[in-house]
T-cell receptor
């Protein structure tokens, strides 16, 4: 039931774009995205509720396809500060939150 | 300052010695949760609570207990810790179905 994130890791140069995907096998109520830097706690990025919405947050945006039970996180014109591990968390009707294994993103200057 | 606090931040203990990790939030959040984080496995939910006196099992509840007697506190209890419970533990809180605020983490080593 753990959502599958892809890719597992990605290396980019500053200014390049990245897409991180999250796919679940169960019906979803919402999808959460968090970023965690080494040695720190995860930090909230955004929540997407069922209804197929897309949200934006400066140069970070995300989409949620409820029918396909998939979400994607888009990072455009990446900055050095975007480095870290990105987690998607899926929430079903039971209010359990299940996180994927994470996607490690490394931005090179 | 709105925050989630955990204590202790670091703990080394021995197999079988009962321990409690405390978690407290000052944001009046209904939802509180415990996760463990292990390399390559991501964050796995141990227990969660929708409100006072309401707790439910997450994905990996075996070997753990929790209680929610007050809205602000959600302690994690390991009655008989074993080495496979060596991990990094995070407490988090949120409004129901809202963004989660994570505590700073507790690194537990069980020898």
């Amino acid at each position: 039931q753990q959502p599958v994130q892809s890719p597992q890791a990605v290396i980019l140069r500053e200014g390049e774009d990245a897409v991180i995907n999250c796919s679940s096998s169960k019906a979803l109520y919402s999808v959460h995205w968090y970023r965690q830097k080494h040695g720190e706690a995860p930090v909230f990025l955004m929540i997407l509720l069922k209804g197929g919405e897309q949200k934006g947050h400066e140069k970070i945006s995300a989409s949620f396809n409820e029918k396909k039970q998939q979400s994607s996180l888009y990072l455009t014109a990446s900055q050095l500060s975007y480095s870290g591990t990105y987690f998607c968390g899926t929430r079903g009707r039971d209010d359990k939150i299940i996180f994927g294994k994470g996607t490690r993103l490394h931005i090179l200057p | 300052e709105a925050q989630v606090t955990q204590n202790p931040r670091y703990l080394i203990t021995v197999t079988g010695k009962k321990l409690t990790v405390t978690c407290s939030q000052n944001m009046n959040h209904e939802y509180m949760s415990w996760y463990r984080q292990d390399p390559g496995l991501g964050l796995r939910q141990i227990y969660y609570s929708m409100n006072v006196e309401v707790t439910d099992k997450g994905d990996v509840p075996e070997g753990y207990k929790v209680s929610r007697k007050e809205k602000r506190n959600f302690p994690l209890i390991l009655e008989s810790p074993s080495p496979n419970q060596t991990s990094l533990y995070f407490c988090a809180s949120s409004l129901v179905r809202g963004e989660q605020f994570f505590g700073p983490g507790t690194r537990l080593t069980v020898l």
